[in-house]
Nanobody, 118 residues
Framework: EVQLVESGGGLVQAGGSLRLSCAAS????????IGWFRQVPRKEREGVSC????????FYADSVKGRFTISSDNAKNTVYLQMNSLKPEDTAVYYC???????????WGQGTQVTVSS
């Protein structure tokens, strides 16, 4: 059974940092790309970042470039999203997803809430 489990969300003040984790199981981790998305009620889902675990290629949305860093630990089947200099507009539910390449995703996690207070 494929599972993607996000963790690390929470409440933080503007300018602060959080690190999200996405623990994957049930598929060959090295064969997949892992991405992060975020969703705010009544708004379209936004792709935030993605990493190709086989070669470490990374992609970022313009809104997070220079502030967020995605990384993968293939030994732990886990992808991280380090979020620095957080802004209130970063408040959302963050989801990780897995697929054959960025941004083609087959599997989704349940999400973790990130709230940035001003």
């Amino acid at each position: 059974e494929v599972q993607l489990v996000e963790s690390g969300g929470g409440l933080v003040q503007a300018g602060g940092s959080l690190r999200l984790s996405c623990a994957a199981s049930g598929f060959t981790f090295d064969d997949y790309a892992i991405g992060w998305f975020r969703q705010v009620p009544r708004k379209e889902r936004e792709g935030v970042s993605c990493v190709t675990t086989s070669d470490g290629s990374t992609f970022y949305a313009d809104s997070v470039k220079g502030r967020f860093t995605i990384s993968s630990d293939n030994a732990k089947n886990t992808v991280y999203l380090q979020m620095n200099s957080l802004k209130p507009e970063d408040t959302a539910v963050y989801y990780c997803a897995a697929g054959p390449w960025c941004p083609a995703y087959d599997y989704w996690g349940q999400g973790t809430q990130v709230t940035v207070s001003s």
